[in-house]
Nanobody, 124 residues
Framework: QVQLVESGGGLVQAGGSLRLSCAASGLTFGSYVMGWFRQAPGKEREFVAAISWSGGNTFYTNSVKGRFTISRDNAKNTVYLQMNSLKPEDTAVYYC?????????????????WGQGTQVTVSS
């Protein structure tokens, strides 16, 4: 079955950087749009970034544009999220997700496969 396993979370000071990874198995990775979402305590899960199957198109929520970069390595079945200039408001559990269709890329309901999440905590 499909498995998505995130890693790379942790505790970092404001202004610092983290790189999240998501290793995928059980799917034809190069055929899937890959996304990152996050959920802070008491809040809904929200879209952060996504990347097309080829890596040629990337999408970001406004609050992370210019600070976060999503990328993928189809040979390694892995998607990454480089997070720079981190802020306390970036604190959340970050989830990797996969979907086969290309439309409505920010809609979490269209992502069929999810990882277990990795905690990112940014201290002020």
């Amino acid at each position: 079955q499909v498995q998505l396993v995130e890693s790379g979370g942790g505790l970092v000071q404001a202004g610092g950087s983290l790189r999240l990874s998501c290793a995928a198995s059980g799917l034809t990775f190069g055929s899937y749009v890959m996304g990152w979402f996050r959920q802070a305590p008491g809040k809904e899960r929200e879209f952060v970034a996504a990347i097309s199957w080829s890596g040629g198109n990337t999408f970001y929520t406004n609050s992370v544009k210019g600070r976060f970069t999503i990328s993928r390595d189809n040979a390694k079945n892995t998607v990454y999220l480089q997070m720079n200039s981190l802020k306390p408001e970036d604190t959340a559990v970050y989830y990797c997700a996969a979907k086969i269709s290309t439309g409505q890329i920010m809609d979490r309901r269209l992502y069929a496969n999810w990882g277990q999440g990795t905690q990112v905590t940014v201290s002020s």
